[in-house]
């Protein structure tokens, strides 16, 4: 119960921080309804069991992009009212094409039968296997007495339910400890993240050298006549 | 106030990314642009955990929310930076204003 409380208290913040960036001018204003569009995703974060992607969601969003976005507000202010309005035509546009998307969204949304869908996914263990050893000890203790493993894992699963850490950990690793690699389709489905990890951490030293070059203090260059643009 | 299930995330998603599609259409400061960007980025992540958690994806969806956070991240560094070389060459920020290019 009080998680679908909580549920409804921060979808209803996330969308309605979205809508505020939309519909307002200012841009530090729309800077802090991001903020609460972007927390309030890291709260939905937590309730489906991801907790360390919400604690990322949290630290690097709101604390490193945010903030960076609030860098560039300031660096490129030419006023008190940085406001750059929108012209209400292109407003009611842009308005009534959002309308339609969300119509046809959230109508294909509910017209399709997720149970059905899921279930016809190739059938990957959902239980994850023992990786937490206190958690398999605990297992075991239980479940001396009835000895079966469907239920030692289902019990796992239950008590290992947001502890998601270490098993991204091995998953970047390259190692799957939630899936059985015997019990794939044999297509590779159930292989790690240890090359994407790789390639995604070279892309981001690149990007950063990059934005570090192109933002690099330097001195003006005016071309001559384009001194009128400003 | 029902079950929560899969569909009342993906609506979470649905209506943040309609957001930040009509934010990044209208908006004429490249912040807000950018922000738009963020929006549409965090729509599909809900949508990726929310995968995750109600169907027997597992931690598949989990593991690309990360990366689409890092890819994020790394967009909105060097998307800044290309702001400031454009405010230092335009005196502006005003997106309508960067039509040298315009035939």
């Not at chain 2, 598949?60 to 230092?88: H, K």
């Amino acid at each position: 119960m009080i998680e679908q409380l909580l549920f409804w208290v921060f979808a209803i913040l996330a969308c309605g921080g979205a809508v505020a960036v939309v519909a307002t001018h200012n841009v530090v204003r729309m800077a802090f309804w991001l903020v609460v569009s972007l927390g309030s995703v890291a709260a939905l974060f937590f309730l489906l069991h991801a907790d360390f992607l919400g604690a990322a969601q949290l630290l690097i969003y709101v604390g490193g992009t945010v903030v960076l976005l609030v860098f560039g507000v300031m660096l490129t202010a030419s006023g008190p009212y940085n406001a750059i309005p929108t012209s209400p035509a292109e407003g009611i546009v842009g308005g009534a094409v959002g309308f339609l998307l969300l119509f046809v969204l959230v109508s294909s949304i509910g017209s399709v039968d997720w149970t059905e869908v899921s279930g016809r996914l190739p059938a990957v263990p959902a239980a994850p296997y023992l990786v937490d050893m206190t958690l398999a000890a605990k297992a075991d203790e239980s479940f001396v007495n009835t000895g079966s493993p469907r239920a030692k894992a289902e019990f796992a699963a239950t008590q290992q339910q947001g502890r998601t850490v270490r098993q991204l950990g091995l998953g970047f690793l390259g190692l799957r400890p939630d899936r059985h690699l015997a019990e794939g389709d044999g297509k590779g489905s159930a292989s790690g993240y240890f090359l994407p990890f790789e390639i995604v951490s070279v892309h981001l030293l690149v990007v950063l050298i990059g934005a570090a070059y192109l933002a690099r203090a330097k001195r003006r260059v005016v071309p001559e006549g384009s001194m009128n643009v400003g | 106030m029902g079950d929560i299930g899969l569909s009342q995330y993906l609506m979470v998603g649905a209506v943040l990314f309609v957001c930040g599609v009509v934010c990044m259409a209208t908006k004429r400061n490249v912040i807000g642009v950018l922000m738009g960007v963020e929006l549409v980025l965090n729509g599909s992540n809900v949508n990726f955990v929310a995968f995750s958690r109600y169907t027997p994806l597992g931690l598949d969806g989990q593991a690309t929310a990360l990366f689409v956070i890092v890819l994020a991240a790394a967009e909105a560094a060097v998307a800044l930076a290309i702001a400031l070389n454009f405010y230092n060459n335009h005196l502006t920020i005003d997106v309508d204003r960067g039509n040298e290019l315009h035939g």
